[in-house]
């Protein structure tokens, strides 16, 4: 009986190391993914760029210091993993993060990766390089950056003004890649060169972006791909019928809206679809310095004109989410419950009574109708974009506000609202996985990405002193207070959470899709195509 055991063991560790064996050779190399993308972007540089038509593409071609895990949906500081650091080690008081890097990478033109680049990129970001970024949208995420200093080629240590615990989300952002110091930032916009398992081909506007295998990949045996074709579409209707039809391995990431998902089903129905919240609002952006948006009454009058039940209804037929700056729950790790969110001015649902508030405040404003305010609404020129301001223009009218649409390319959208060059627009706005990455940069006074040049210092100070608090619990209350002053302050009216799809042939592999991040999901080195 001892030796049928035995035997009987042996066997099953057999089976296992045969399966385990079948299971390390089951991703199959080579073959070129083929997916579309919705707009063309102003450049290839990660650093200057603030949209992910630019970013996903590109995030394949570099590494981070630290990133979070491919393969988890949803990011945390618990999901973040090494990346060209081997590890990482605060100092005792929680302002000092040592990373040793590893040894052997090697940019994609060859010459060695080491800690210097690590030191070039942050000088960039910080704004203490003599080379200088054309667009800088997230200098603010390191304004508790002191320096970056190096101890030997292989280690790295980020000197902070005042401990961060979440300084490392930051780090592990798909918008955060490191950079050559060789290579200057004018040549990373339209040849950008990294350490990734992916070597950036050739981007010609309007038409396709395209990368390829990088064989001398630090990671071996990734990634899978030869490359992947990126062509530029439009027209999302139009890229729906070409993925269809089997001209595409893979729809771009989250950009198959529920109407077009229905199409998809219908059409395809061996195609996997996963429908996900993206972690971006649509909101209402107001320059405060132009008349008479200067005035707190006229902005508070247009956030009460808002039914944001409305929005979700029509543009995601009830698929979306009503939520605040943070990501509502369960996907959102800091957003308010729905009855929490509800007590916040503007969010009551008696969508009558909000509205005829708001008329109230335009007649003492010495509005009416037969005298109504009429500007003209920007926005990005894509669907995403393009239907809630439609919806929008219309529910303004609702307090005597006549809004006539400007559409803006994505290559002028940054700079223009970075600019203060319009009156009021719509405005996506990313809530990030975690409040550092969100809160100052949208909301703070100095915020590259504060359109609105929304100001109040003592939000600021409740960011900051979020930011340094440890206990989870005690986070959570402060940043739901500052949720709080910022609706009562009409920073930005948020008018609901989007959820759309991503689509992909059965051919299609390995692939991972984020539920609080449209960003950090892009790095590609693990899927493959099956065929």
Known sequence: MTRNLQGLAAGCLLFLALFATEAAFAQKQGGIL????????????????????????????????????????????????????????????????????????????????????????????????????????????????????????????????????????????????????????????????????????????????????????????????????????RNLSTAILAFVAGKFDMTFAYSVTEPLLKDVANQMPDAICELAPIGVNRSLIANRDKPPFDNPDLRHAMALSFDRKAFVDIVTEGQGDIGGVMQPPPEGLWGMPPEVLKTLPSYDPNVQKNRTDARQIMEKLGYGPDR??????????????????????DQLKEVYIDGELEMIDTTNWLPKVMRKDYTIGLSPVGGGPDPDQNLYLKYGCGGELNYNGYCNPAVDELIDRQSIEVDQERREQLVWEIERKLAEDGARPIFFYDRRATCWQPRVKGLTIMVNSISNGARMEDVWLDK
């Open 34 to 233: 083929k997916m579309y993308d919705p707009d063309s972007p102003a450049s290839m540089s990660i650093h200057e760029e603030a949209t992910i038509v630019s970013e996903r593409p590109m995030m394949g071609v570099f590494n981070n210091l630290i990133m979070f895990d491919q393969h988890v949906k949803q990011n945390s500081l618990q999901s973040i993993v090494p990346d060209l650091a081997t590890g990482w080690s605060w100092n005792e008081d929680g302002t000092e993060l040592t990373f040793p890097l590893r040894q052997g990478v090697t940019w994609h033109d060859g010459k060695p990766f080491a800690a210097k680049d690590v030191v070039c990129t942050f000088d960039l970001l910080t704004g203490k390089s003599s080379e200088k970024l054309r667009v800088n949208p997230r200098k603010s995420w390191y304004r508790n950056l002191a320096a970056v200093t190096t101890n030997g080629d292989y280690e790295v240590t980020f000197h902070l003004t005042r401990p961060q615990p979440a300084f490392l989300t930051l780090l592990a952002s798909g918008y955060s890649p490191i950079y050559p110091c060789h290579v200057p930032p004018r040549d990373m916009r339209q040849h950008p060169i990294g350490t990734g398992p992916f070597k950036f081909v050739e981007f010609k506007p309007n038409e396709y972006i395209k990368v390829a295998r990088n064989s001398d990949y630090w990671k071996k045996g990734r990634p899978y791909l030869d490359g992947i074709e990126y062509t530029i579409i």
């Open 372 to 393: 109504r305010l009429k500007v003209k609404v920007s926005v990005r020129d894509l669907p995403f974009f393009r239907d809630p301001a439609v919806i929008m223009i």
